[in-house]
Structures are given as C-alpha cells and as structure tokens.
C-alpha cells in the first residue's frame, strides 16, 4: 500500500520526503511493534523503502521477515 500523496498538504509532504529518506539510507532494519493495525500498516509501507525489515512483536511467536518484497 502506497500512501496518497495527494491526500498531504505541502508541510507533510516535506516531513514524509524525509522520512523517506531516512529510511532508503538504512538499507534494513529491525522493527518491534505491537502486531495491532497501525504498526502493521507501517511494517508493510517499509518493506516499500528498504530491501530487508525484520518485524517483531510481542503479539504472537511470529517474526514478520521482508527479504523479497522490496520494490527497489
């Protein structure tokens, strides 16, 4: 899922290109969070920006592993 860019004004648009950014530069990186909707929702858009994310949480025994979905 791809965030709407249209649906941002100018000041968020800059925040996210940042953020983005950031995130592109790290290359993978290990992600904990609670399993629920909203960090889901953010586990899927990173697998967008990186080419490795480890996801973890405390939710279940599972450990979410994105090592082929990058869109790079």
């Known amino acids: 899922m791809k965030i709407n860019k249209d649906d941002l004004n100018e000041e968020l648009l800059n925040k996210l290109k940042k953020l983005e950014t950031y995130i592109e530069s790290l290359g993978s990186l290990a992600v904990g969070f609670s399993g629920g909707v909203d960090s889901s929702l953010l586990f899927a858009e990173l697998t967008l920006l990186v080419k490795t994310v480890i996801g973890i949480t ?11 979905f990058s869109q790079k």
């Open 58 to 68: 405390d939710q279940t025994d599972v450990i979410f592993v994105n090592m082929v």
